[in-house]
């Protein structure tokens, strides 16, 4: 069982920066690959990036490229997603996950075994 705790979300104006940590415990870090989710009001639960599971193998969702950098530090047992030029349409909670079954990262929701309580982010224009 693994416990995920996002921190560093807060309110932004647009054209700003955010880092977004999540610390785990409770399993072998370096056994799950990472995700980072969003969910905005109303709108389903999606894909930000990912990341394998030793870090060599990463995604981005199209609307992110360029802007975010995900990352993990498997000593710290910790994943992180860097936010950049960011913009009133990445305004959503964030989540970070955890997924046992794939050696190196799905995109899919459903693949992800345990998550976060998340973090909000809001960017103002």
């Known amino acids: 069982q693994v416990q995920l705790v996002e921190s560093g979300g807060g309110l932004v104006q647009a054209g700003g920066s955010l880092r977004l940590s999540c610390a785990a415990s409770g399993g072998t870090f370096s056994s799950y690959s990472m995700g980072w989710f969003r969910q905005a009001p109303g709108k389903e639960r999606d894909i930000v990036a990912a990341i394998s599971r030793i870090g060599g193998r990463t995604y981005y969702a199209d609307s992110v490229k360029g802007r975010f950098t995900i990352s993990r530090d498997n000593a710290k047992n910790a994943v992180y997603l860097q936010m950049t030029s960011l913009e009133p349409e990445d305004t959503a909670v964030y989540y970070c996950?955890?997924?046992?079954?794939?050696?190196?990262?799905?995109?899919?929701?459903?693949?992800?075994?345990?998550w976060g309580q998340g973090t909000q982010v809001t960017v103002s224009s």
């Open positions: 996950a955890a997924d046992r079954r794939n050696y190196y990262y799905s995109d899919s929701p459903g693949q992800y075994d345990y």
